[in-house]
C-alpha cells in the first residue's frame, strides 16, 4: 500500500506528526488507528473509530505481532506522548508507514472528531487527590 501518510503532518525527530484532522483524513484512505492507553483511560472516553485497535503501551513490545505491516499505521493516546514512544519502538523494529497523532485524544475530542464516552467511569473532583467516579 502506498505511504498515505507522508501527504500529512510534520517529521520531527525522526517521525511525523499529524493532526487529529489529518488522522480522519488517513483513516479514511486505509490508515488503522491503534490506540496505546491503557483500559481503564479507554474505559472512561475511547475513539470512536472503526477497525480501531488497542495495545496499550505497558504491552506495546509483547504485541507487535498483532501490528499490520502492510497498513499505514497511527498510534494515539491522550495527548501523544506515549504514543510517540511506540512509534519509536516501531521504526526501531523495521516499520516504515507509521505516524503520531500529535495531542491524542484530547485534540481529537476538542477538535469536534467523535467520542464514546462512560460516564459512569468518569473521573470528578476538586483536586487529583480527591478524584472519584462521576455520578451521571
Known sequence: MEDVLTRWGMVSGGMRHLSATETVEAIKEGAILIDVRPEPLVAIKA?????????????????????????????????????????KILLDRGYKNVANMAGGIMDWERDGFPVVKNPGKELNGPCLCMLRPGRH
Open 47 to 87: 475513539f470512536a473509530v472503526e477497525g480501531i485497535l488497542y495495545c496499550p503501551y505497558f504491552d506495546f513490545e509483547e504485541n507487535l505481532g498483532a501490528i499490520p505491516r502492510d497498513k499505514p499505521i497511527i498510534l494515539a493516546d491522550a495527548a501523544g506522548l506515549r504514543s510517540k514512544e511506540c512509534v
